[in-house]
């Protein structure tokens, strides 16, 4: 089983749509959770952090579900310019802070 | 503020030849450094890792090495490149938070 695991996509959505991708990981000591867009041919930046009471930033929400060890993106009123790949990483509590990413989920808005 | 410098960006080699690709980053000190790959249309594979100068740990057996000779410098290096080596790779830094990437290198075995 991977540690990070997502579902690839792509999802492929009108503008002003809402979508929300999902993320599971393996290691229930894990205990930071990072959301990264990664566009075409670049290195991935990060889009958000995610807490454990949830945080919002904008059309972005991103929840932590500890218990069933998933966390989730949720986007609102698409825009173009969210087509990209969206990374789901997570990091352990040793001394490396090592993050693990997951393989991507491809969104793509269309008009 | 921190900057992450990594080149060059694009880089055709020929099957056998060696490689060295650089890492630097500013305005931190004692940094988390990472050499990550990704091949076409996948994910980020977390080849090295380093907590300090000298310091490196391997994740995957591979035909690459990686040093820290500098606190603030990562290098990659091969010395007999395979066309598997190909892909696009990428430098990171933590302090204990999130990682910032530089701009990645694109190698192309040919």
């Known amino acids: 089983r991977k540690e990070v695991e997502q579902d690839p996509g792509p999802f492929n959505v009108p503008e002003g749509a809402t979508v929300a991708f999902n993320c599971t990981y393996s290691n229930s000591a894990s205990q930071s959770f990072f959301w990264y867009r990664q566009d075409c041919r670049k290195e991935p930046k990060l889009l958000m952090s995610v807490y454990s009471s949830g945080n919002e930033d904008g059309r972005f929400t991103a929840q932590l579900n500890r218990a069933s060890q998933y966390i989730s993106l949720l986007i609102r009123d698409s825009k173009l310019s969210d087509s990209a790949t969206y990374l789901c990483v997570v990091r352990g509590m040793d001394s490396s802070y090592k993050l693990i990413f997951g393989s991507g989920t491809r969104l793509l808005v269309r008009p | 503020s921190q900057t992450i410098h990594q080149w060059p960006a694009t880089l055709v080699q020929p099957v056998g030849s060696p490689l060295s690709l650089e890492c630097t980053v500013e305005?931190?000190?004692?940094?988390?450094l990472y050499w990550y790959r990704q091949a076409a249309g996948r994910g980020l594979q977390l080849l090295f890792y380093s907590v300090g100068i000298g310091q490196i740990s391997s994740e995957v057996p591979q035909n690459l090495s990686a040093s820290r000779p500098q606190d603030r410098q990562f290098i990659l290096s091969s010395k007999k490149l395979l066309l598997s080596d190909s892909g696009f790779y990428l430098c990171?830094?933590?302090?204990?938070?999130?990682?910032?990437f530089g701009q990645g290198t694109r190698l192309t075995v040919v």
């Open positions: 990171a830094w933590t302090a204990n938070t999130e990682a910032f």
């Open positions: 305005g931190t000190s004692n940094p988390n």
